[in-house]
């Protein structure tokens, strides 16, 4: 039986991974900040590389917004330090996404389609926005590299939210 998939409104429980460049990135919880949480594929995807970079333009508008940003995948360290290394990132990168922790976020886990894609099962694309109480505002997964929310527009929603006390949608 499959996992059930999170619903905005629920709380997702603190999830503590380590971060490239040492300590930790903790995605949910209860914190000071909005957050926006990115799950990418990892460093096989080129179309996730596409993504963080228009990310990693934006990050100053995101942290003037009030959010905090973590990206993460199931890649081990090596991996997500050569793609830190190769595109410049410059937010919270973790690593190690465990299945366990993808089950409890509801994304979709795929197997390598060759050794030369990845040597491990690994989570396809997922984009949440989380209230500082911890509970999900916003909850977009896929099954596959090529959809994912737009952020520009993205982030023009998650403003108005905020500005205008908006309740999650599409609870039921």
């Known amino acids: 039986m499959p ?33 926006l949480l990115v799950v990418y594929r990892g ?51 973790g690593y190690d996404l465990s299945e366990a922790h993808m089950a409890a976020l509801g994304v979709y886990v795929s197997e390598p389609l060759t050794a030369a894609e990845t040597d491990r099962r690994f989570a396809e694309p997922g984009v949440f926005v989380v209230r500082p109480d911890g509970s999900l505002l916003l909850i977009s997964i896929s099954n596959g590299p090529s959809a994912r929310p737009e952020l520009e527009e993205l982030l023009d929603g998650m403003i108005f939210t905020i500005e205008n006390e908006r309740p999650p949608r599409g609870t039921a």
């Open 43 to 93: 460093k096989h995807c080129g179309r996730c590389k596409k993504y963080l970079k228009i990310l990693n333009e934006m990050r100053d508008k995101w942290y003037d917004a009030g959010f905090d940003i973590a990206v993460v995948s199931a890649d081990p360290l090596d991996k997500a330090q050569a793609d830190r290394d190769a595109f410049d990132w410059q937010f919270d990168l």
């Open 3 to 35: 996992t059930p998939k999170p619903i905005a409104g629920d709380h997702l429980d603190a999830i503590t991974l380590p971060k490239v460049g040492g300590g930790t990135v903790t995605l949910g919880g209860m914190r000071d900040n909005w957050s």
